[in-house]
Every structure is written in C-alpha cells, then in structure tokens.
C-alpha cells in the first residue's frame, strides 16, 4: 500500500480514532479542530459527558489495540432500572447473562484516541483549526487559525470529513450537482443535570445499570460515571404541554420535577443551578449522499455523513463501526482508493439509514413502554424463547447492540419479529402461560410462514 497524505477535518470520536487507523498503515495523517486541545484546556463535552459504548465499537476500538485501554475506565451497564412515579423500581437485562453496554467518557475516550493516535506515529493534531472552505477537485482544504484568525490552505491526496453533524465538509458537498441531504430537528431536546457521589464516593442508585423514568411522551435517564456520579439527562418536548416552555423558572421545573421524578430529584441538590445553566439542546437526524466526492478526493464520516437521535446509544458506536468497515475494505483492496472508496458508501449508507430509524423507534420503547407491564410481558417472552432456541431468534436490541449484524438486516428482521409477537401478545391469557410449550410452538409455526 503506497503512503498517502491524509487530512481529517475534526478531532472528535471519530476523526481520533480514524486517524489511528490510518496512522497504524504507516499514512501521513494531519488531524485539523477547531477547538483548543481538550488534554490541555477544561473538558468541554458540548454534548452529553457519558456514553454508552457497546460491541460496534468495541470491535473498532480492539481493532487498534485501544480496547483494554479503554476498558479500565468503561462502567458495565447490565441492566435497565425503570423508576416510576413513586420510585417503585422495575428491571430488565440488557441481554444475556454478562452482556452489558459501557458507560464512559466522552472526554476521557476522546482524549485517549488522540493520545493512541499520535503514539501511532505520524498522525499530527492542529487545535485551534476551523475548516472554512474545501476545493473538492484539489483535494485542498482552507482552515482557519481562532487564535490568530490567520487563514492556511492544506492539500492532501485525500480528505475526510469527520467533524460532525454540522459538517463544514459536507456544507460545500451539499452544494453540488445531485447531492441528497435532508435535516431533521425532532420535536424534543434535551438538558443535562447530575447526581452527585453519595457518603464516601458511593454512587447513590445502582451503580452498574442504565436508569430511566419513562414517562410516556418524556423521559429522564442517568448513566453511572466512576466518580460516584451519575449524569442524567432529560428529553423533553420543546413546546406544548408539558415543555421546556412550560418550565421556565426553576421554580415549576422543581414543582414538575417532584411530581413526575421525585426519587430522582431527592438526589439533586444541584438541580436549580443546573436547570437555569445547562443549555437546553436540540437533536438533529441527517441523511445525506453520496459520500464520497466525484474527484474522490473527499469523504465524509460519522456524524458528518449521519447523524442520527441518541436512543439506541448508537451514533458513536456507528460511527465507529465505519472505521471497522473502511479498514475491512482497505485490507481487501489494498491500494486501490476509488473501489475502497465507492465500496465504503455503498454499503454502509443503507445501514445508516436503519439505524437512524430505530433510534427514533427505540426513543418511543424507552420513554413509553418500558414503563407498559404488557411490553416488559413481551420481552420475557422474546428472552426465553430466545434462551431455548438461539439459533431461531435474536432479539432485536441484543441484534443492534451485542452483535455485528448490519444494521440494515436487524431492522427487517425486527419488523418480521414484530408481526409474529403482535400475535403471541393476542393469545387469552398471554399472561399466565408466557413460557408455556404452546406459546413456544406458535413461535415456531409462525417463524416457517
Ligand atoms: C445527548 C447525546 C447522547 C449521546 N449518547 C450516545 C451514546 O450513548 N452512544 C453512542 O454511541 N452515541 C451517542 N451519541 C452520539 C455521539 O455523540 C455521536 O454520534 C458522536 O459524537 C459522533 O462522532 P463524530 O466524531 O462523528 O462527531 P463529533 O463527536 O461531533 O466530532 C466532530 C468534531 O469536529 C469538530 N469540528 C466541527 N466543525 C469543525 C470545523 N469546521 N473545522 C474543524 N473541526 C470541526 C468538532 O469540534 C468536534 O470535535 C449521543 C449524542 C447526543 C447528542
């Protein structure tokens, strides 16, 4: 494989641990963001402070050698706790015994990346950088120095858009001949507040599980972090009732807050300056394609190319697992960049647009049903069928998060999963005989039609 020049447009997830992967094949990768150096200024996560990290991204992680690195600072999340108004708790794993999503930094693990990266060599980070402008036939990106307001021009024999949802990359790709690109801002946002460590540094729910107060249209959720904390994060409706407009002094936030997440409130006693100085955000999906440039020159990544709503805990772990197929194509084609490059598109546009649509479909499963009896009656069932016959049904989140099957297949084998429990659900008595023979054997006769 011949040396090529490589410049990536952001430093975030994706751009860090892209520029590992490049780096490790011996290219010379110059990294360019906008923001100063997370390592060396306070840690500003902009959005959200934890994640939950699972298999997609752990594979791309362990790939580069970055996996038990990371691993020392992840907390296992096994199971969910749902909480409902009057703090009764409920529970459901995750998957099987032992699978768990991973609670971890954003700042932590970006950094790390950037660490691992340049231990790779030749990858260099420029901070403080803006991509303004980019000349796709050139293959010439123009960045902006904050610090100095002076203006550079870099060329390279190929660019990659990492730098997110707003994509300065993508925005002049947007303007040429045949490009596809469409913007949706849901109807809610979100704000995040904190759970501070208990007595001794203890975390004050439990510690190794995902929390939700799911509310119907709302919900309010809280990912452990290894100081005893918890971050919690509410997604709220902008407008209507109930709405961030509605709660527009802390005051009726409180109010509201004690009625609908009393036990969670308890626990905040930072709520007030949180409420009034946290901004309220918003989520974005972004489609868009192709990819690729024609001269192609450029190619845009992560976020950049699709950003999706964070229900399924899926964005970073999809976008990581864009560096695990890009890499899959690079070994398989070794030197051959238009292939690699059309390759790259063509396959993972599909499974972008999949898990884009089951974010959005888990978003109504976590605020709405997981607090419905007959849903979690639902998931006892797909869990034990799925126990006594493995190799007949995955369910569908164990598909998305804990396994490496494409997005786009999970989706259409939920769909099909779906019309078949609808039926099981429809039995009298579903309630009694949930992990009786007869159920088992409709599931068969059902899954042969
Ligand atoms: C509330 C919330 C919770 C989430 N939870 C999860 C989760 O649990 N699990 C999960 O997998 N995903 C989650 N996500 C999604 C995840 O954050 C994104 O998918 C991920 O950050 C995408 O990485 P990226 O590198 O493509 O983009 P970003 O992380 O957005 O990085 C882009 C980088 O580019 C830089 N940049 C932007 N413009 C320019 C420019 N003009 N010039 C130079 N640099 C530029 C930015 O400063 C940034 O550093 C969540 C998202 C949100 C909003």
């Known amino acids: ?43 500003d996560g902009g959005r959200s402070i934890n994640l939950a990290l699972s298999n997609r991204g752990w594979k791309a992680l362990e790939a580069v050698g970055a996996g038990e690195n990371i691993r020392k600072m992840a907390i296992p999340m096994y199971r969910r706790v749902m909480h409902d108004r009057e703090g009764k708790l409920t529970f459901q794993p995750y998957g099987k015994d032992g699978e768990a999503i991973y609670s971890v930094s954003r700042g932590g693990l970006n950094a790390r990346l950037m660490e691992l990266a340049e231990e790779a060599g030749n990858v260099h980070f420029h901070f403080d ?25 870099v060329q390279a024999d190929m660019i990659f858009g990492a730098d997110g949802a707003f994509s300065a990359v993508r925005a002049v790709m947007q303007k040429t001949d045949r490009f596809n690109y469409s913007q949706e801002f849901i109807e809610h946002g979100y704000k995040e507040l904190s759970i501070p460590p208990g007595p001794e540094g203890k975390h004050q729910l439990e510690r190794e599980a995902l929390h939700i107060w799911p509310r119907g249209n709302y919900m309010l959720i809280a990912l452990p972090n290894p100081d005893g904390s918890f971050t919690c ?6 407008e209507g009732n109930p ?52 001269s192609k020159k450029v190619t845009l990544i992560g976020d950049a190319s699709h950003a999706i709503v964070p229900f399924y805990g899926q964005g970073m772990n999809s976008g990581f697992e ?3 197929v890009l890499n899959d194509l690079m070994v398989q084609y070794g030197d051959d960049w238009d292939t690699i490059l059309q390759k790259f598109q063509e396959s993972r546009k599909p499974d972008a647009d999949a898990i884009a649509d089951l974010a959005m479909r888990n978003f109504v499963e976590m605020r709405d049903l997981t607090g419905d009896p007959r849903f979690l009656l639902q998931k006892k069932v797909e869990k034990h069928f799925h126990e006594k016959h493995p190799e007949l049904w995955t369910p569908l989140y164990s598909m998305v998060t804990f396994s490496h099957i494409r997005y786009s297949v999970a989706l259409a084998e939920g769909k099909k999963q779906d019309a078949i429990m609808d039926k099981v659900m429809a039995l009298p008595g579903i309630e009694d005989k949930w992990d009786s023979p007869e159920v088992e054997q409709l599931i068969l006769e059902l899954l042969q039609k």
């Open 1 to 43: 494989m011949s040396t090529k020049k490589i410049s990536i447009s952001g430093a975030g997830l994706v751009g860090s641990l892209l520029a590992i992967y490049f780096g490790k094949k011996g290219h010379e990768v110059s990294v360019y963001e906008r923001r100063p150096d997370m390592r060396k200024t306070t840690i």
């Open 129 to 153: 950088e803006k991509c303004t402008e980019v000349d796709l036939d050139k293959g010439e990106v123009t960045f902006e120095n904050y610090l100095s307001g002076e203006e550079s021009k």
């Open 233 to 238: 994060t509410l997604f709220f409706p902008f």
């Open 243 to 294: 709405s961030f407009a509605m709660l527009d002094t802390t005051e009726k936030a409180r109010e509201f807050f004690q009625q609908e997440f009393g036990d969670a409130l308890d626990l905040m006693p930072h709520f007030d300056e949180e409420w009034k100085e946290n901004p309220t955000s918003s989520l974005v999906i972004i489609r868009c394609y192709p990819w690729v440039s024609d």
């Open 322 to 324: 864009d560096c695990t």
